[in-house]
Nanobody
Framework: QVQLVESGGGLVQAGGSLRLSCAASGSIFSINTMGWYRQAPGKQREWVAGIAADGTANYVDSVKGRFTTARDNAKNTVYLRMDSLKPEDTAVYYC?????????WGKGTLVTVSS
């Protein structure tokens, strides 16, 4: 079992930046990929970014060039740096960890981008 706790959400103006963090604890040795989903009001949850244990990262097209995910294996933490934020990035952002065919989720952190 892995526990995930996100932090770093908040209110920011369009064009601004935020950095989200997600700290993992528990059976972390079994984690393969970590990453982020988001869920905007009235919409389905959307995958945003993922990063493998070797640092290989992938992104949904809508955030490429604006968001960067990084992973500090020594700190068991994954980050999501979000630049050039747009109002459509407003959502609850959830951290996930994938291991042994199962997913663990954080409780989410709200990001609100004002126009």
């Amino acid at each position: 079992q892995v526990q995930l706790v996100e932090s770093g959400g908040g209110l920011v103006q369009a064009g601004g930046s935020l950095r989200l963090s997600c700290a993992a604890s528990g059976s972390i040795f079994s984690i393969n990929t970590m990453g982020w989903y988001r869920q905007a009001p009235g919409k389905q949850r959307e995958w945003v970014a993922g990063i493998a244990a070797d640092g290989t990262a992938n992104y949904v097209d809508s955030v490429k060039g604006r968001f960067t995910t990084a992973r500090d294996n020594a700190k068991n933490t994954v980050y999501l740096r979000m630049d050039s934020l747009k109002p459509e990035d407003t959502a609850v952002y959830y951290c996930y960890a994938h291991m042994n065919g199962a997913y663990s989720w954080g409780k989410g952190t709200l990001v609100t981008v004002s126009s």
